[in-house]
């Protein structure tokens, strides 16, 4: 089953606006990735955040994560056409495996 | 480095034809998984290794079988292939169990 829960499912915005996805989960987690998919591509990797971290930044991403809500954020500031892609969230259980939501697909518009 | 590659990239096999998917890492992850994604869904977990040698059932592993007999190739088996397999599968491999995961193309596979 899958742990991770994205919200919204998708998203339209404005070149140069910013985008807000949420995740949210069930169990408690080593850590929770962000990965990004572009349309027939693999997932690549954006951001890690420990369980003890409360937010991290990369570029023009932030997450936030709140392990007593079990939720996390992720944030893309200014967006550009290129951020148009799936934004998946996924749960480390220390089990060995992650676990990944259903994805929050957004498309900027230029 | 290459990373993580997939073969082949597309196939579309008859109900009840046999294949094997190749996933191959040259990063020495000790960690290998293959995952199936449908569409408007996440990724499914079919099987994952965390060594050579061993494997172990995911979310999904009914109609799929596994070998990892080196660290860096992770094979997919579909012994009697059926519709419902029709999907895009996705290999993936880590380092270690604190770190991120590294994703393959994808093989999109789809089964008449």
């Known amino acids: 089953s899958q742990q991770g829960e994205e919200d919204p499912q998708a998203l339209s915005i404005q070149e140069g606006e910013n985008a807000t996805m949420n995740c949210s989960y069930k169990t408690s987690i080593n850590n929770l990735q962000w990965y990004r998919q572009n349309s027939g591509r693999g997932l690549v990797h954006l951001i890690l955040?420990?369980?003890?971290?409360r937010e991290k930044h990369s570029g023009r991403l932030r997450v936030t994560l709140d392990t007593s809500k079990k939720s996390s954020s992720l944030l893309i500031t200014a967006s550009r056409a290129a951020d148009t892609a799936s934004y998946f969230c996924?749960?480390?259980?220390?089990?060995?495996?992650?676990?990944f939501g259903a994805g929050t697909t957004v498309t900027v518009r230029a | 480095n290459a990373g993580v590659t997939q073969t082949p990239k597309f196939r579309v096999l008859k109900t009840g034809q046999s294949m094997t998917l190749l996933c191959a890492q040259d990063m020495n992850h000790e960690y290998m998984y293959w995952y199936r994604q449908d569409p408007g869904m996440g990724l499914r977990l079919i099987h994952y290794s965390v060594g050579e040698g061993t494997t172990a059932k995911g979310e999904v592993p009914d109609g799929y079988n596994v070998s990892r007999l080196k660290k860096q190739n992770f094979l997919l088996g579909l012994e009697s292939a059926a519709p419902s397999q029709t999907s895009v599968y996705f290999c993936?491999?880590?380092?270690?169990?604190?770190?991120?995961?590294?994703f393959g193309p994808g093989t999109r596979l789809t089964v008449l």
């Open positions: 996924a749960t480390d259980a220390k089990d060995y495996k992650l676990s």
């Open positions: 955040i420990r369980s003890n971290e």
């Open positions: 993936a491999s880590r380092r270690d169990n604190y770190n991120e995961q590294f």
